[in-house]
């Protein structure tokens, strides 16, 4: 079974800094790993998946997040905060054969971005 | 990528009726998802829309209770059926983009019953 741990429902950093997003992964197949974003009153947003390639995978938003196999942790980072991060990101897992799998949720981080 | 008109974006529904939601995709996609949120919690899958034959259930969701229509390549329904407060959530519909792989999301419908 698959399964995707986020630590910290919420997370506060200061405009300019750095953002770090935890997120650990369970899976007994090579993983396909994603992270969304969700903004206030709208729908997800895909900002990056990892499928077995390069393990920094490079977003849009100026995100990243780094696959450690070692770790079973694929961690969102942002070098510094926008006040228009604010929003909830989510971690999933697919098993192997991409984002056609079902995606395997965690419970999700709420960003906020203070002046 | 993928453009999904979900319908509609919000209700307010009386306990014991049921509410259909829409889900158009502007291209024809193979692979369409229904997923709930509840209040302060995460995705969970509900089913796998199938065209041509009947949806796939997740575990804890039963036909009856959520009836899926897949008709085409580019249209699903989800019904609520019998609907209580326990109903109160966020339903999205999801593609697949078999160009890149990518699931879409819709802009989900917020439920809301009395």
């Known amino acids: 079974a698959q399964s995707v741990t986020q630590l910290g429902s919420h997370v506060s950093v200061s405009e300019g800094a750095l953002v770090l997003l935890r997120c650990n992964y369970s899976?007994?197949?090579?993983?396909?790993l994603f992270w969304y974003v969700q903004y206030p009153n709208q729908g997800l947003q895909l900002l990056l998946k990892?499928?077995?390639?390069?393990?920094l995978v490079k977003g849009i938003n100026g995100f990243e997040a780094e696959f450690k196999k070692s770790e079973t942790s694929f961690h969102l980072t942002k070098p510094s905060a926008h006040m228009s991060d604010a929003a909830e990101y989510f971690c999933?897992?697919?098993?192997?054969?991409?984002?056609?799998?079902?995606?395997?949720f965690g419970t999700g981080t709420l960003l906020a971005v203070q002046p | 990528s993928a453009v999904i008109s979900q319908k509609p974006s919000r209700d307010i529904c009386q306990r014991g009726t049921s509410l259909t939601i829409q889900c158009q995709v502007d291209s024809q996609v193979t692979m369409m998802f229904w997923y709930r949120q509840q209040p302060g919690q995460s995705l969970t899958l509900i089913a796998t829309a199938n065209q041509g034959s009947e949806a796939t259930y997740e575990s804890g969701f039963v036909i009856d209770k959520f009836p899926i229509s897949r008709p085409n390549l580019t249209f699903s329904t989800l019904t609520v059926s019998n609907m209580s407060p326990e109903d109160s959530s966020i339903y999205l519909c999801?593609?697949?983009?078999?160009?890149?792989?990518?699931?879409?999301f819709g802009s989900g419908t917020q439920l809301s019953v009395l």
């Open positions: 899976s007994s197949v090579p993983p396909y």
């Open positions: 999801s593609v697949v983009e078999a160009a890149n792989e990518k699931l879409f």
């Open positions: 990892y499928t077995s390639a390069a393990t």
């Open positions: 999933a897992v697919s098993g192997y054969g991409g984002a056609t799998n079902k995606l395997i």
